[in-house]
């Protein structure tokens, strides 16, 4: 297991090279909202730098398949949080990027809630039974949670509202990656393409993660990836987490400590997300230092 935990987290390192990559032409690239969405996608497609990065990014995605069809989706998305901390150290030292004293308050509650979760990993945990029943409940509850926040107007100004949802798309397309190999697995006599084309969660999956990069790089466009990453990145995170003890069965450390680090690790992480989605939008002195930074 160590070995698929390992895979993960290089997985967490492309992708947040991938970000870091469609982040630096923010300023450059148009928002997709309303009818402009297919032009907006289009010219993103056509970006070197972004379509770049979207390429990391699948790489990253490709070998978190590896590493989540082997390993419980808990543990895996645990190692993919490394890939916030580093996002935030590259935003500061390549792209410029400047914090107050809440947002770094809200960005290390963060760092400490994944080296919380880290640490309440224990050998042996295993998965239980597969529920796809209560997955789809659980994807429909957290689609009207993830789509509140869109209706805060100051959470919209600011980025936070399409990055709070991005991260529960990212964290659906996780838990949907998850059903496909289980699925996979249960159908292992049918041929690959017939297992493909009949599997919903490979439908899911694909949705779920364009809606997400979609959402974050509009978010991008009104939030500092500092501020952007760690509340989409965060909940990509926890979801899965949640996810997995929900519908696939794996459960909190017997331990009683390391119990408490799990839950006191999603309560810190949830207020740290509430810190920094009361951040403003980028000021127009930040957006010339990024896109000076991204020109260099």
Known sequence: MIFYLSIAIVASVLMALGLLMMK???AHLPMAAGANVIRAIVIWICDPMWIGGLGVQTA???LYVIAV???PVSMVAVMMQGGIALFVIA???ILGERANR???VGIGAIVLGMLMLTLSIQAGETEGAFE???LLIFSALLMVAGLAPMAVARLNASGAAAAILSGVAFGLG????????EEFTAS??????LRIVSNPYVYGLIVANIVGIVLLQNSFHSARGIIAMPLSGALSNIVPIAGGMIAFGERLPADPVAGAMRVGAFALTIAAGALLAGSRAQSSEDRIVARAAAES
């Open 188 to 193: 292992a006599a049918a041929s690959l393409a």
């Open 102 to 104: 809440r947002e770094w």
């Open 91 to 93: 935003s500061v030292v």
């Open 24 to 26: 630096s032409r923010s």
């Open 174 to 181: 996780a838990l949907f990656t998850k059903a496909m190999t």
């Open 132 to 134: 796809p029943g209560t």
């Open 69 to 71: 069809s082997r390993a």
């Open 60 to 62: 990253g995605w490709a």
